[in-house]
């Protein structure tokens, strides 16, 4: 990618993309220009036949992201604050949600609002032992708006969300283990490579598998969860990568996809 960033770091090692946000005097905030940066790097990411996972990390061990920039929005109208949930959505959080390649976010420090909307919409959370979690939005007389409400409801259930959300009180990282809101904990130092080490074993799956399976998983929450299941599940028997999976299986040796 020949992109220029002024938000962002980007990176690549082993088939990862390592998209990190770097604003670290501000905390790593998400103003406008850093969302877009993000839509722009995702998008690149995703056309890209070369990266196989992304990795989303914040710049320096204080901040994932610390929230959305609130003095961006502090005179917004109602018209004004429905377009900005709108289009974070479509433009960023969506994107994540329902990408075909694997997201893990690694949650080097606070994750706040938007930052832990952020992480809510990565397929995978991991978090350094340090890292705070949580949805403040109430103190500021809003809810959250990126998909706060729903994401943190499925992974964590409504009676845990609607407790973050109506205290508006953070949670450390082995309080967000111990109700399902991250995947692992880890220390600091080794947070970057653990997430790699996910991502690694992934790779060496079928892609397909792995975009069909996303999908399904995407779909679990809608009517259509078990018809969009068997879609996918069947749809993978017409692929090569199905034939060189049994194929592999049959032999006894590892798969080449």
Do not use: W
Not at 48 to 67: E, H, M, N, S, Y
Not at 110 to 137: S, V
């Amino acid at each position: 990618m020949n992109e220029t960033y002024h938000n962002l770091l980007i990176s690549y090692d082993q088939g990862t993309c390592l998209i990190t946000i770097a604003r670290e005097k501000k905390l790593n905030a998400l103003n406008k220009d850093t969302l877009n940066e993000l839509h722009q790097a995702l998008v690149s990411a995703f056309k890209d036949d070369a990266v196989k996972g992304i990795l989303l990390t914040g710049q320096g061990q204080k901040a994932f992201v610390a929230g959305a920039d609130i003095s961006e929005f502090a005179d917004f109208n109602e018209e004004e604050g429905r377009d900005l949930a709108r289009e974070g959505h479509n433009k960023v959080f969506n994107l994540i949600h329902e990408s075909s390649k694997p997201i893990v976010a690694a949650i080097n420090g606070f994750a706040l609002g938007g930052g832990l909307e952020l992480a809510l919409a990565c397929h995978i959370r991991i978090a350094a032992t340090g890292a705070k979690m949580g949805l403040p939005e109430v103190s500021l007389g809003l809810i959250p708006g990126y998909g706060g409400t729903q994401r943190l409801t499925h992974l964590v259930g409504r009676g845990r969300a609607l407790e973050m959300i109506l205290s508006g009180d953070m949670i450390d990282a082995e309080k967000a283990l111990s109700i399902g809101l991250v995947n692992e904990v880890v220390s600091a130092e080794a947070l970057l490579s653990k997430a790699q080490e996910m991502l690694a074993r992934m790779y060496s799956r079928s892609p397909k598998a792995l975009a069909a399976a996303i999908r399904a998983v995407n779909a679990s929450v809608t009517p259509e969860g078990y018809e969009v299941e068997i879609d996918e599940f069947s749809g993978l028997f017409g692929t090569g990568e199905f034939v060189e999976g049994v194929s592999a299986f049959l032999e006894k040796r590892k798969p080449n996809f």
